[in-house]
């Protein structure tokens, strides 16, 4: 342990070498990047959802002023276009956009070695994402790994959670990394499956 030169101020040297390293650090500086970007997205769960009638309140409050500036203002605020896009913004702020995603099955590939048959699987490819997540298994199999709810995959109800991915239209995915996977299936226009 290393113990710095105390300055008058009550930090060392050794103190501030440190931290300033730190702050250079770019392992440090990627993690402050991921930390602003949670942030970001906690700032938009916290909208207000009941803009409506906090607007109805502020109307109470502002119907009697004298003001030419706030009977504008009383008028604005209870026009049909306000109460429309609060309607609107509040129906939104209600909705969780957030993914449901089904926890993965760890026990059902050992299902794998029971079934031996090979499901042929059609998925037409529309502006949406599969919406199906893959995985490695222990042996090297490329596995599907959780199914996003409401996703094109769900909604089909034929891929499951550990089925294998053996053949993506003729193209036989064994042996290739999940990265060259995930690129194959992004660049077809429909997607065949063998599993």
Do not use: W
């Amino acid at each position: 342990m290393t113990i710095g030169v105390q300055e008058e101020d009550g930090v060392s040297e050794d103190g501030l070498d440190y931290l300033a390293s730190l702050f250079q650090n770019a392992d440090y500086k990627q993690i402050m990047q991921v930390h602003s970007k949670i942030q970001d997205v906690e700032r938009y769960k916290n909208v207000c959802k009941d803009s409506k009638s906090k607007n109805n309140n502020l109307l109470n409050e502002i119907r009697n002023l004298e003001s030419p500036f706030g009977k504008q203002l009383y008028q604005i605020l209870s026009s049909a276009t306000i109460h429309g896009l609060l309607t609107v913004h509040d129906t939104i702020s209600r909705k969780d956009y957030e993914p449901k995603l089904p926890p993965i099955d760890v026990e059902s590939d050992n299902d794998l070695e029971d079934e031996p048959h090979i499901k042929l699987i059609k998925i037409y490819k529309s502006r949406q994402e599969l919406g199906a997540t893959l995985r490695r298994d222990e042996h090297g199999h490329i596995l599907i790994g959780r199914i996003m709810h409401g996703s094109p995959a769900d909604k089909s109800g034929l891929l499951q959670p550990a089925d294998e991915v053996k053949e993506i239209n003729g193209v036989n995915v064994i042996g290739r990394s999940l990265d060259e996977v995930a690129k194959i299936l992004s660049n077809t226009s429909k997607r065949v499956f063998k599993l």
